[in-house]
């Protein structure tokens, strides 16, 4: 044994083969693979004669496997880890005997200690190369070409992993005997723990081994490192391996927190948290801005670690904080999650030291930082931070507001997430509020001032009887000239030496305690110092806020003087003065008491503040966050939408409005969207906490009708969509509908707003369940249009509505071609509507004409003979009329006309009643066209269908009986019977048209005899004033247009005159209505008008302008209109005054986007007309909407084209306003890569413009763009020669200024005059127009052959934004046809239709 060489653990294994020096051991042969097997037997056969120490005489055998580990097969390389793992087992067992022999000689210890070196070697050896081959063979697991090897893999890695545990808890359990005495009592050598724990490092680089099937494994290299931590001096080596690893491999980061956590728990390593920590803050910052992965790595350990061990990272926290300053986002973050930790699980509380409040505070303070860093991940980590701590009840109350202020702030944020987090936060605040579970400021605001009026009571009563000798105030104004000379001595500058040093305390009280303690002294230059440095730290803090309008020095001095008079009545209150000791000591007692009140009435009034407060904050964030609800992201609007919920649950009144504004939004395309919206209204109505069904069903029924109460006709049809999707679900409980109809019925006691609400809630429902209505329509028709009827018109109107949906939705059960739901013309319904709107004909009510709509189209939805009852409505309503008109001839001798009358020379009516005859009239032909068009049309050919599939089954069965002969003829007859459908369809249309063209407007049919009037009291504006007189003929008069093409023909003139000259908003506004509808169903017609629709764009009526606007968006959007530069029409809207204008322009421009390039195809046009000098758009509002428009220029290719018509359109730019326009645009772009190109080849189009330093900007801004999307290095050279050519034309053009200026005889150009412009819209049309001005247009083509003598031929072909219509706009103004030359051919226009064409 004295003869074996000492063993030294190599650094490399090479360098066992090598000669290290007398008495080193040295590895004698390295056997070869067929070597191996009876090598390895010969060291089994010798381990059990001598045991451990074997391996003395085999290690070459085990060395020669792991030096060809790859060569060798799985049964050798299996066979020595067995061998290995004997031996070491076996020699793990027999140290501790030979550990406490204290008779082991110096040779022994030698030999065990060599052969504990050698055995752990080659254990540890094996393990690192089974570990590695693993970790190959599980990356080759994805090429599908090795299938063999990746069996093999698959096995032998299964076999490892199972076989690592155990060799673990084995290294573990030798590491914790004492061999220390096997190194002569001496520390055990650094190389050997370096050994057994270098297999831990190495099974923790595999990346899979964070799943939770390797849990185990986890544990024991975590207790083998820790043992060796504690046994063997591992603490230096393995802050350094550890930071290595974090660095280079990111999934160790959470593993090694768990670790370091344990190991400070349960094995008192609490220095390695330091040494970690510290080793990590000391880390260059220009290190970790190249090494991404590792930044990584260790701002998920720190927070990993803040969660585990909050308090010990506390203790280490100044180490970190200068990475709160450095550029890298991840580290800032980790930091401020590490201190949120620590402030909800270590400094949470109110039993929390003096020093803990500071360093409480002090980490509020820098996460409040924060909230605004330049990043926008760590502003919302920093929101979300807040949010935990908010949850967990950790931030102070004094704390609230300033957060909640810097949250509502933050909903301002340009970034997605930075919103998204603070709406969070804010529903966290609501949530975890300590003020009230109602947070109304109004209902706030009356307790409030009443406490604190109670307050200043109870503080007049505890003042001191006996006035003070001299009072502060006097006190003060004694002391003022010496206070005001040392304040002013501040603002002059120090001699050296002169300054005193002040420390001031960290809180508000601390520091005004300071300050009078001062100013009682006599120490006025440093209370005045003092007061200077606390109104920078505590700015904003009561007493130190400076108004904005007062200088420094005088800010100071009333700070001073609050701080001393306040202080002096606080002592004097407190100690007033007495004549004797016993006197004194009786008062003490008596006030002890009122002092105690007055400190909780205080207490009272500071708590009812912050509520109020917290409730204003509240109220602001609610107006920001409604108007979210509509942004592109659909994780804010779900936010945004989450939150109304939550506030709606805190009483907070202006909830409801934002409950009303997420109903549009039931419509949304995104199913995310949509489900929140339905979720919402399910959590507001759907649960109520009552206890019973009845009591639920009262508070479900009146929550929704007080979203009714003033709601528009789009909120009720959006909550119809979800009420109908409830129905449909079954979510809405019979009790509701019992309820409702009790409500309808009487039966419940409730208003008649309550009743109108019950009635609309059933239509709703109805739209779910049809059946709900059907199976009650009688109950209806009595209660809904009986004789009360009459008092109050807005009920049957609604129950009009609500048996309308019987038409809207038939039964999902009935066949495709079956009858439609259709009653009886003697039906009670119809019988009970012609009484109503009879009666209520002859009686001025301004909801009369609203019902007698809705009666009109139910009757003809659901009748028999629809046109015959109407008929009859007409009769009775105009023989009433003539009975009137009768009255008034008779009564005419006897009393003059009456100003409330229409009066012509035939005789007078009452206004009203010639107001619902126009209305009737008017309802009555709409519904006659729609009927005939829709009811009729779908009718025919539903009949023609059923007896086409009849006459097929005949045929069919008449051919069974036949023998067949050819299959040809079957495919004939079927080819006959689609060209007779489609001939069909044609003919049915045709039929449709000429009664339409032919018959409902002729001598004989009832409309003939009414259309005189309409046409009269339209004619006659100034004889028939009344303003709803006159819309409604105006409607009527387009009504009546809808039904002819002959007479809208001849009648359009006078409806485009009323459009343009009517002096009535609601007059234009009926006729812009009208003329689309006619724009639909006779565009040709109506297309030579097109200028005189788009005109109305600029009304001088907001909501005329409005209505302009949806009509025109409908028409261009379904193509009834040609759009060419008269859409710039729409696009100056994007500048209107009115919010809701400006919101349907850009919801036109954002559907224009969804249809193509439709929106790039009309650029050029819109800037051609918007950049005209007489255009009358300034410069701003241009810009303004410029900007809104290319936000829809998202493809390359678009910019590329864009960049080139840009740039020639230089060449053709006459003023200086056009081409500074120009290169606004220009700016607008994201120019690419191929952009740049283009703008380097057409270089020379702008290059003379670069002198305008505008111009020059702008191309400047466009480069700084295109360098911060991130520039390639080819196309970087291109960028700076562009640049240089840029500066070198600016300059050259400043030069040439220069020169012209001192006296050059080169002219400069000199711009075009422009025209001045009076406002920053273009001016409204003047109502003063005369009649030539509408007169039928002439059509394109005529016009272009009457200009097409003047055009000279163009010489060369030149790239302009002008539109087809920008040289004609002036001409079609001015058209002075004569009615005979009234085109009566034009550019055909294809009408939608579900018809087929002949």
Known sequence: MAAVSEFHLPLAPADLLR?????????????????????????????????????????????????????????????????????????????????????????DRAAHLNALKMNCYLLTGLMDAFEMETCKNSCLEVDPGRKNKKNHAKTSGSMWEEEREPLLRLLTQLLQLDLCQLWGGLKVEEEFASLMTGSCYRILENPSIGLQRYRVTREAVTHLLAVALVHCNHMFSATLKITQMLQHFEHVAPVFARAVSLWAKEYGLKSLVGELLREIGQKCPQDLAREASGVKGYATFISELAEQIPALVLSNMSVLLPHLDEENYMMRNAVLAAMAEVLVQVLNG???????????????????????????????????????????????????QSVVSLAVGRLKDKSVIVVKNAIQLLAAFLSNNPFSSKLSFADLDEPLKKEVQKLKEMRARSRPIAAPVVAPEEEWEAMLPEVRAATQQLFQPLEEGEEEVLEMEETVERTVEQITGLLKKLRYKSAARLTQKALCQFQGKEPFISP???????????????????????????????????????????????????????????????????????????????????????????????FFVTVSQFGVPQALLGVRRMLPLIWSKEPAIKEAVLNAYRQLYLSPSEDSERAKAQ?????????????????????????????????????????????????CPCSSLERRAAVMLLGMMARGKPEIIGSNLDILVTMGLSEKACEDYRLPQEVCNVISKLASNP????????????????????????????????????????????????????????????????????????????????????????????????????????????????QVALQQVAYLE????????????????????????????????????????????????????????????????TELLDGKHLFSAFVPLVLKICNNPGLYSDSALSA?????????????????????????????????????????????????????????????????????????????????????????????????????????????????????????????????????????????????????????????????????????????KLCQRFRTARTERQYRDLSHCLALLPVSDRGLHKLQDNYDCFADKLQDPVVYNCFQTLLARFRRAGIKPETKALAEELEQKLSASHNRGLDSTETCQDGSQ????????????????????????????????????????????????????????????????????????????????????TRSSARRLR
């Open 699 to 747: 508070v479900l029924v009146h929550s929704l009708s007080l979203i009714m109460v003033d709601a528009s006709l789009g909120t009720i049809q959006c909550l119809e969509e979800i009420i109908s999707e409830f129905v449909q679900k079954d979510e809405i409980k019979p009790a509701v509908t019992q309820l409702l109809w009790e409500r309808f019925t009487e039966k």
């Open 934 to 997: 829709v009811s009729v049309s779908a009718e025919l050919r539903r009949r023609r269908i059923l007896k086409e599939e009849k006459t097929k089954k005949q045929s069919d069965t008449s051919t069974k009986k036949q023998r067949p002969q050819s299959t040809g003829n079957e495919s004939t007859m079927e080819e006959e019977l689609g060209l007779v459908g489609a001939t069909a369809d044609d003919t049915e249309a045709e039929l449709i048209r000429s009664i339409c063209e």
């Open 350 to 400: 109110d039993q929390l030291e003096e020093a803990a409040r500071g360093t409480r505070d002090k980490f509020l303070d820098i996460l409040q930082a924060h909230v605004c860093d330049v990043h926008s991940f760590v502003r919302s980590r920093v929101l979300q931070l807040f949010t935990r701590i908010v949850q967990c009840k950790a931030l102070p109350l004094t704390q609230f």
């Open 548 to 642: 904005g309008e007062e200088n420094e020095e005088a800010t100071i001095l009333g700070v001073l003087k609050r701080l001393y008079t306040g202080s002096c009545l606080g002592e004097n209150s407190e100690d007033p003065p007495h004549d004797n000791s016993s006197d004194e000591i009786e008062e003490v007692v008596q006030e002890e008491q009122p002092q105690t009140e007055l400190v909780k009435q205080e207490m009272l009034v500071q708590y009812l503040q912050d509520a109020y407060n917290f409730s204003v904050k509240i109220t602001e964030a609610l107006n920001l966050i409604s108007k979210m609800m509509y942004e592109n992201s659909v994780s804010v609007v779900q936010e945004a939408i989450e």
């Open 1032 to 1204: 409604a003929a105006a409607l009527t008069l387009g009504k009546l247009c809808m039904i002819s093409s002959e007479f809208c023909d001849s009648h359009l003139r006078l409806l485009f005159t009323m459009m343009e000259k009517s002096t009535l908003p609601d007059v234009r506004s009926n006729l812009i209505i009208a003329a689309g509808d006619l724009a639909i169903r006779f565009p040709n017609l109506v297309e030579p008008w097109t200028s005189h629709l788009y005109a109305r764009l600029r009304d001088p009526c907001p909501s005329v302008r409005q209505t302009a606007a949806l009509v025109m968006t409908h028409l261009i959007l379904k193509d009834m209109v040609k759009v060419k530069g008269q859409v710039s029409e729409m696009a100056t809207l994007l500048i209107d005054p009115e919010e809701a204008i400006v919101g349907v322009a850009q919801n036109f421009f954002g559907e224009l986007a969804n249809k193509g390039n439709a929106v790039y195809n009309l650029l050029p046009d819109i800037i051609s007309h918007l950049s005209d000098p007489n255009s009358g758009i300034e410069e701003e509002s241009f810009h303004t909407i410029m900007r809104h428009l290319f936000s829809y220029i998202t493809k390359d290719k678009q910019t590329e084209s864009l960049v080139e």
């Open 19 to 107: 000669d290290g020096g007398p008495g080193r051991y040295v590895v004698r042969e390295v056997l070869s693979a067929r070597e191996l097997p009876p090598a390895l037997a010969a060291f089994r056969a010798d381990f059990r004669a001598r045991g451990a120490l074997a391996v003395l005489q085999h290690f070459d055998c085990v060395y020669s496997v792991l030096h060809h580990f790859r060569a060798v097969g799985v049964a050798v390389k299996e066979d020595a880890l067995e061998l290995m793992v004997r031996v070491v087992t076996h020699h793990s067992n027999e140290l501790p005997a030979i550990l406490s022999d204290s008779g082991l000689s110096h040779a």
């Open 1306 to 1389: 080169t002219p400069m150009p000199r711009p075009a005059k422009q025209k001045p412009m009076r406002s920053s819209r273009r001016q409204p049309l003047s109502p003063a127009n005369t009649d030539d001005d509408f007169v039928t247009p002439p059509s394109r083509t005529l016009r272009n052959q009457k200009r097409a003598p003047k055009r000279l031929p163009r010489k060369k072909a030149i790239i302009t934004f002008s539109s087809d219509e920008e040289n004609d706009s002036e001409d079609e103004l001015s058209a002075g046809l004569r009615e005979e030359e009234t085109p009566t051919k034009t550019t055909p226009i």
């Open 811 to 922: 039964k999902p059960a009935l066949e495709k071609n079956s009858a439609p739901f259709r009653l009886l013309q003697s039906h009670m319904l119809f019988g009970c509507l012609s009484e109503t709107v009879s009666k209520g004909f002859a009686q001025p009510s301004s909801h009369w004409i609203p019902f007698m709509e809705a009666a009109i189209t139910l009757i003809y939805q659901l009748a028999e003979g629809a046109e015959e009852i109407c008929a009859d409505i007409l009769h009775v309503c105009c023989q009433q009329a003539l009975e009137k008109l009768q009255e008034a001839d008779e009564q005419k001798a006897d009393a003059g006309d009456s100003p409330q009358r229409v009066s012509d020379a035939a005789g007078s009516l009452p206004t009203f009643l010639l107001l619902h005859l126009v209305s009737l009239v008017g």
